[in-house]
């Protein structure tokens, strides 16, 4: 297994993140027992999971991850100082989760302590803003016009945002979270962030987790170079397109349990015809490379300059061993080539 430093802290990373969203709903207790007990085996140390988990969100599933997490916890405590735990404040936007507020110092104050009760450990490694409070270019928004920057008050965004980093530094004086980032974020909110730190001698961002993948890479170049140079580690999540990548949703496809025959909050955003059709391209070059579609997309989401750990999920033991497996692969310059002539054509199909 590989690692990385995590940003500024000096935690080492794997450079695969266990996620956990589906434990709970497509997952239950042993599953997922079983898929961090082989993870840890294969050297990963991360695991990245949040308050609103399991996925698709809803009341009745609202906590349940980090609970599965807390009762493997439990009955392993020797290695809790062999993991980085990663958790995540939910944005606004959901009535089950504070009313749907936006967050807040005294948020983040009262989110920590209860997701600490429910992974049952006394510290979390890093913790993250699931979303920010104004809207951003994410989620299916980030075609010009989906979002009208200039409506946005920056001065009572910024204002709030220091709130949120006193509420953040509080927790990290009390012991109960280490570091601290972003989820679902700008360039803007990156660098609005470390200003706030720096002025205030208040605790930096070492991480943000976007969507990032062969069909979604609107982050690169710029997000990713302001992380490089920043020192703000880059964790890609849906690295798969939700699984639109391993080629099962094909020509409409939907296999029984899997994850686009559940009720989605978004809706099945990611599901275009110039995806379905860039699918079916990616598919056809890890084929004719003796990959598997999956082994393919986590491959060159590895090899990507500035990414620093790629998040990764699974709803059963042969899919995580497949996804673990790609990041024993290096793509030749070759398969590098065919990828770009493909992205080319279709640079953002969703």
């Not at 606004?92 to 992974?119: H, K, T, Y």
Request: hydrophobic share 35%.
């Amino acid at each position: 297994m590989q690692f990385s430093r995590l940003g500024r802290s000096q935690l080492n990373v794997s450079r695969i993140c266990l996620g956990s969203m589906t434990w709970g709903l497509q997952n239950n207790q042993h599953d997922a027992d079983e898929q961090i007990n082989y993870a840890l085996s294969r050297g990963v140390n991360f695991i990245d999971t949040a308050e609103m988990y399991a996925v698709p969100p809803s009341p009745q599933t609202y906590g349940k991850t980090e609970a599965i997490i807390g009762n493997w916890l439990t009955r392993h405590k020797e290695k809790r100082d062999q993991l980085i735990i990663a958790t995540k404040i939910a944005g606004p936007g959901l009535s089950w989760v504070r009313n749907g507020a936006p967050i807040s110092g005294q948020s983040i104050i009262e989110a920590v302590d209860d997701s600490l009760a429910r992974l049952n450990t006394d510290y979390i490694d890093v913790y993250q803003l699931h979303w920010p409070n104004r809207s951003t270019p994410h989620f299916a928004k980030h075609q010009p016009g989906e979002i009208n920057f200039s409506n946005v008050n920056s001065e009572q965004e910024t204002a709030d945002m220091l709130d949120i980093l006193q509420g953040l530094a509080h927790c990290i004086e009390a012991g109960k979270i280490r570091h601290w980032g972003l989820s679902d974020d700008t360039t803007w909110g990156i660098n609005t962030y470390l200003r706030l730190a720096r002025e205030h001698s208040l605790p930096a961002p070492v991480s943000i987790q976007n969507e990032f993948s062969l069909l979604h890479a609107k982050d690169w170049p710029y997000l990713i170079e302001n992380c490089v140079h920043e020192d703000i580690a880059y964790l890609p999540w849906s690295p798969l397109a939700a699984g639109m990548l391993t080629g099962k949703y094909i020509d409409g496809a939907r296999p029984a349990g899997s994850r686009w025959t559940l009720m989605q909050r978004q809706g099945l955003f990611r599901d275009t015809k110039y995806s379905n059709q860039a699918t079916k391209l990616y598919v056809d070059i890890a084929k004719s490379h003796g990959l598997t579609p999956a082994q393919l997309a986590l491959a060159w989401c590895n090899q990507v300059d500035g990414v620093t750990s790629t998040i990764i999920g699974a709803t059963n033991m042969s899919q995580l061993k497949e996804n673990l497996n790609a990041f024993e692969q290096s793509l030749t310059s070759e398969v590098l080539e065919e990828i770009t002539q493909v992205f080319k054509q279709y640079p953002a199909p969703f």
